[in-house]
């Protein structure tokens, strides 16, 4: 048994179907599929018996509802593969998926996780921002790229990676708190030093639906991303910026300079803000001057982090930034 396929359930019974058949139609037939029930009220229950009772590779558990860090971490305690895969009861996996993120460990040993690229199942214009989300993660491909980006969103669809079984071990498995549980573990994991990479085809339909749970659970909000975010950007800024603890923000709003403030709270100092407001520039808010990109300092004398989230704004920093010798990852980084 090489793969652990790790599927939490709750409520799940107009799609569980086709998740399932899914996985039962993959062209790597090594797998065991953990199907987790979350104490669902509906037939979900049923529906993975039924399944069970066909499949001998299918693993059903049946647990007082406790939430999805408490099924993931049962799972996980649960798993006999090398290799631990994430699926979602709503979502519909491409037939080589499992082949070819277990091929891709195979051959590169030093990769911990792997993830793919996957395609939005929904309405893209009335999930315009969602869409544009996956558009972005569809182009964070290689570790470098990922380790930079991370501060930005999470740069992996939860239930497309597939991860070394030991990570677990070595590291420690999902959390709970008031925090996304997925994006937490990828920050600790890379943290500590783990390789991420994509097999760079589509191999995951993701759906996005109204109640889906990173929709609707507090620990998903804005405020838990960019909380979560600046605690281990905090920790990346002591060990990486040259000029610690100061850092210059760019993005003077209001909304920036709440998010940006966060990471006061793990000793990070605001020296300046930088904003192409002309209302804000040359200003003093909270004690800290107001520069235009045109007053930016020289490349290697001050450390910026890029706060704005507007669609386009990480563009023009990073263009401005470059012209002035600025290189990403050495002399800023983006949160946002």
């Known amino acids: 048994m090489s793969i652990s396929v790790l599927m939490p359930v709750y409520n799940a019974e107009d799609t569980l179907p086709e998740a399932i058949e899914s996985i039962r139609g993959q062209t790597d037939p090594a797998w065991e599929l953990l199907a987790v029930d979350d104490g669902s009220t509906d037939a ?11 499949d001998e590779r299918i693993r059903p558990f049946f647990r007082p509802h406790a939430g999805i860090v408490a099924a993931l971490n ?13 699926m979602d009861a709503d979502d519909r996996c491409l037939p080589q998926r499992l082949e070819k993120q277990r ?5 590169h040993p030093d990769i911990g996780l792997t993830a793919c690229l996957v395609e939005h199942l929904g309405d893209t214009k009335r999930k315009a921002g969602y869409a544009r989300y996956v558009r972005w993660i569809n182009t964070q491909l290689h570790h470098k790229d990922i380790a930079q980006n991370r501060f930005i969103e999470s740069p992996l669809a ?24 997925d994006y937490e573990l990828w920050l600790r994991w890379l943290e500590a030093g783990v390789k991420m990479e994509k097999v760079p ?29 600046a605690e281990y950007l905090s920790r990346w800024l002591k060990d990486n910026n040259p000029h610690h603890p100061q850092v210059i923000i760019w993005g003077a709003g209001r909304t920036t300079r709440k998010r940006a403030d966060m990471l006061t709270e793990y000793g990070v100092e605001i020296s300046h803000y930088v904003d192409i407001d002309p209302n804000k520039i040359g200003h003093v808010i909270h004690g800290r001057p107001v ?46």
């Open 44 to 54: 979900s229950a049923d529906i993975i018996r039924r399944y069970a009772d066909r």
């Open 291 to 336: 520069l235009s990109p045109e007053e930016v300092p020289e490349a290697g004398t001050a450390f910026i982090v890029g706060y704005v989230g507007s669609h386009g704004a990480n563009a023009i920093i990073r263009d401005h930034l470059e012209l002035k010798s600025y290189r990403l990852g050495v002399d800023y980084l983006f949160a946002a």
């Open 74 to 86: 049962f799972g996980l305690e649960q798993a006999g593969g090398t290799y631990i895969a994430r």
């Open 103 to 107: 091929r891709f460990l195979d051959t």
């Open 158 to 181: 939860h239930p497309s990676v597939m991860f070394r079984r030991h990570l677990v071990q070595d590291f420690g498995g999902y959390r709970d708190g008031p925090f996304p549980e």
């Open 201 to 229: 085809e589509t191999l995951l339909h993701w759906r996005d639906e109204p109640g889906r749970l990173s929709r609707t659970h507090k620990r998903y909000s804005f405020k838990a991303f960019y909380r979560t975010k």
